[in-house]
């Protein structure tokens, strides 16, 4: 069974950093497109950013501060968030995919709270 776990959320003041990860049962080249998916209060889940290969995609509110990676030996994907501000205060999800007879394969981890206050 595919499972994506989630970790290195917590507390931290505005101007701060986090590293998110995400570790998959399996291997991550299984997956076409892995991502994080952010959720606030009151809100949809929206994408924050996504990596193809070796190509990434922002969302235009996180460009420029968050990264995301892959370390494929070791199953994968972080997420370095720099220059937090309290609007990035959410659950963050990781999210893999692949194609599988035609249809999207989509699965989801559990999700991690970052909250940026002071």
């Known amino acids: 069974q595919v499972q994506l776990v989630e970790s290195g959320g917590g507390l931290v003041q505005p101007g701060g950093s986090l590293r998110l990860s995400c570790a998959a049962s399996i291997s991550i080249f299984t997956f076409s497109t892995m991502g994080w998916y952010r959720q606030a209060p009151g809100k949809e889940r929206e994408l924050v950013a996504t990596i193809t290969g070796v190509t990434t995609k922002y969302s235009d509110s996180v460009k420029g501060r968050f990264t995301i990676s892959r370390d494929n030996a070791k199953n994968t994907v972080y997420l370095q968030m720099n220059s937090l501000k309290p609007e990035d205060t959410a659950v963050y999800y990781c999210?893999?995919?692949?194609?599988?007879?035609?249809?999207?394969?989509?699965?989801w981890g559990q999700g991690t709270q970052v909250t940026v206050s002071s």
């Open positions: 999210n893999g995919n692949y194609p599988l007879l035609g249809v999207i394969r989509d699965y």
